[in-house]
């Protein structure tokens, strides 16, 4: 089983940053993909960011392209996402999830492994 914990979240400012963490445990071999999905009242969970721990390789939401970061630390049990520059419509529950999947799978269907979500909230 793979275990995601999620913390970092709270109000911000917008145009400020924030930099939210997953702590990450279980199998690697359950998890090649991790990913970041974000869930405002009344919308879909939406895909963010994702990157293959093996590789490094990441692919981002047309949203957050030029202001997020995603990394892993080397011992591959810490996930990070940094946004910069935040807007109001940043405002969401961020999730972290993981699972055996291609590189470039944004459907969140697609992954088994989720953590309990952590809110951002942006202030205008």
């Known amino acids: 089983q793979v275990h995601l914990v999620e913390s970092g979240g709270g109000l911000v400012q917008a145009g400020g940053s924030v930099r939210l963490s997953c702590a990450v445990s279980?199998?690697?071999?359950?998890?090649?993909?991790m990913a970041w999905f974000r869930q405002s009242p009344g919308k879909e969970r939406e895909f963010v960011a994702q990157?293959?721990?093996?590789?490094?390789?990441?692919r981002y939401a047309d949203s957050l392209k030029g202001r997020g970061s995603i990394a892993i630390d080397n011992a591959k049990t810490t996930l990070d996402l940094q946004i910069n520059s935040l807007k109001p419509e940043d405002t969401a529950v961020y999730y972290c999830?993981?699972?055996?999947?291609?590189?470039?799978?944004?459907?969140?269907?697609?992954?088994?492994?989720w953590g309990q979500g952590t809110q951002v909230t942006v202030s205008s």
């Open positions: 999830a993981a699972d055996n999947v291609p590189i470039g799978t944004t459907v969140r269907e697609a992954y088994k492994y």
């Open positions: 279980g199998p690697n071999l359950n998890r090649n993909v």
């Open positions: 990157i293959r721990w093996m590789t490094g390789v990441a």
